[in-house]
Every structure is written in structure tokens, then in C-alpha cells.
């Protein structure tokens, strides 16, 4: 077996998500940002398409979850694998999600300390755009497998067969990914009934003790691909480079993502909106992602 040992502020990631050749979403959202903030990025596709499903035509390859194995292999034999994170994003197979459950695991063997970040990509404002068989697993093995958890409000509700209206129910579902065994659970894009915009909810239990946090959020008049991919990303970095500060890391994340949909609106609205001129402007936002601006703040609750 691997031995284990890094620099304190060394972080080696590996990404597993959706790749397109054109656009951004899964791993062309998240390696950039990543990497910007100091992290070393390994990533797997688990489709390569050449662009979003927000087109007309889409065209790629699905990987298997044997393929997936067969990487992961030749990775071990070479002792590549001293890993500090996981990310996992978009992952549309049932075989491919409980192959890459373990392998997760493989890894915790290695690294004990490994910090694994998933957001369970299954759907959105009352859409599953996955197989239904793919939430038990996220549910029952992934889902406990992980220190940090993205869940927009409809991944929440599905994931713990509660329906989100009010902060009460908000602390309900967090305390069920806690029970889990999830140290850190961020909501994102939560409509409250009592509210007109959106809302951040994030619960992290450290040394025994819960913090609570809450970001309001303006509605931004666009609808964007990649957001979650980009913001999981984010989140992750943050989350090492402030050894696990939840409040800071949350407006450090949400205002580089809020950065990066101004400027992606602003460019769309001068050349002309179209599927294509909405991809995010990742590139352009290169030092709102280094030096996010302190806009909007946390409240703790």
C-alpha cells in the first residue's frame, strides 16, 4: 500500500465529473478555478461530450464504469494516488457512481485524512435528469462517504424525502446529512416561501459544535449552465486554503460565482444572447476568482 505524507498546504485533487470539448460545464467549470487557487487537479470524465445539453445536437462517449477501473488502476500501479481531495459531479450511471463509491474508498484506505467533496448531480427546479436507481447510492454510500455536500433544494428534498419551505425544514434535512456523517452541508440556490430571492444555507459540525450560516442571494435575470460545477470547485478550495472556515469560504465562493454570471450577462448582452455567448466566462473572471470581492456576507443563524 501507498504511503501518505504532504505539505501542509499542498492539496492534489481528483475530479470526476462531466467534460465537454466546448463550454463549461463539470470539469471545464471546476479544474480552472481550482487551479487558480493553488490546487494540483487529476481529472476523469465521466462523458466527453462536444458541448451541453442546452444544444441542438450533442455528440461524445460515455465512460464505463470498467474504463473507470482501468484508469484508477493504472494510477495505483504508478502510485499516483496521494490525493488530499475527491470531487464528484456529474455522474449519470448507476454502475459508474458505485464504481467510483470504491474507489472512494480505495483512497481512504491510502489517505485517511482525504477530504471528499460531492455534489450530487441529479437534478433541478423539480427535473431528475438521472436514472431514479442513481439516488439510492448517493443516498446510502457516497453521500456518507463524504466530508462536504453541494445539494441544490431539489437534491436536498429528493436525497431526504423532506420538502424545503422554511428554515425549520432547512435544519431538518441538515441534521439528517449529518446523522450521515457529513461534516459540511451547503444548500445552494434555496427559494424560501418567505423570500423572493435565493438562499445559502451551510452546516458544519466541528469538534462537536455546529455553525450555521445563511447568504441572501439577488435572483440574477439569465439562466446559466456550470454554476454548480464551478461553485462545488470553489467551495473546495476555499474549504483548504482556510483549513475549513465555513463562513469565509462561503463568500469567497459566492462572490467569484456572482462575479463570473455578471460578467458572463454583460458579455452575452453585447454580442448578441445565444446558448453559445451564455457559456460562462470563466477566463475573463480570472482574478475575481483569485481576489473575490467581499459583496455579499454570511450570517450566522
Known amino acids: 500500500m501507498e504511503s501518505f505524507s504532504y505539505d501542509e498546504k499542498y492539496f492534489r485533487v481528483l475530479s470526476v465529473q462531466s467534460h465537454v470539448v466546448s463550454g463549461y460545464v463539470g470539469n471545464k467549470s471546476a479544474c480552472f478555478p481550482l487551479q487558480l487557487l493553488g490546487c494540483e487537479v487529476d481529472f476523469i470524465n465521466s462523458v466527453q461530450f462536444s458541448n451541453h445539453t442546452g444544444y441542438k445536437v450533442i455528440k461524445g462517449q460515455i465512460l464505463k464504469s470498467e474504463e473507470l477501473q482501468e484508469l484508477y488502476d493504472g ?14 459531479g456529474y455522474v449519470g450511471n448507476v454502475t459508474f457512481l458505485t464504481k467510483l463509491s470504491e474507489i472512494i474508498k480505495d483512497l481512504k484506505q491510502i489517505n485517511p485524512s482525504l477530504f471528499v467533496v460531492c455534489d450530487p448531480v441529479m437534478g433541478d427546479n423539480g427535473v431528475m435528469y438521472v436514472p431514479p436507481e442513481v439516488l439510492p447510492i448517493y443516498r446510502d454510500i457516497l453521500i456518507p462517504l463524504s466530508d462536504l455536500i453541494t445539494p441544490n433544494q431539489y437534491e436536498a428534498e429528493l436525497l431526504t424525502g423532506l420538502t424545503i419551505k422554511s428554515i425549520e425544514d432547512i435544519t431538518k434535512v441538515m441534521n439528517i446529512f449529518h ?6 452541508v451547503i444548500l445552494s440556490s434555496v427559494q424560501l416561501e418567505t423570500s423572493s430571492n435565493l438562499h445559502l444555507f451551510g452546516s458544519s459540525i466541528l469538534n462537536d459544535k455546529k455553525h450555521f450560516v445563511n447568504m441572501e442571494i439577488k435572483k440574477l435575470p439569465a439562466e446559466f449552465t456550470g454554476t454548480g460545477d464551478l461553485f462545488s470547485a470553489l467551495l473546495l478550495a476555499w474549504m483548504a486554503r482556510t483549513d475549513g472556515d465555513l463562513k469565509v469560504s462561503c463568500e469567497n465562493a459566492v462572490n467569484s460565482l456572482q462575479c463570473v454570471l455578471k460578467r458572463t450577462i454583460d458579455y452575452a448582452a453585447k454580442v448578441g444572447k445565444s446558448v453559445a455567448t451564455m457559456e460562462l466566462q470563466l477566463i475573463r473572471s480570472k482574478s475575481d476568482i483569485e481576489n473575490p470581492p467581499s459583496i455579499l456576507k454570511c450570517q450566522d443563524l
Open 179 to 184: 446523522e450521515k456523517g457529513v461534516k459540511t
Open 75 to 88: 494510477l495505483k500501479a504508478n502510485e499516483l494516488l496521494t490525493y488530499t481531495h475527491v470531487l464528484t
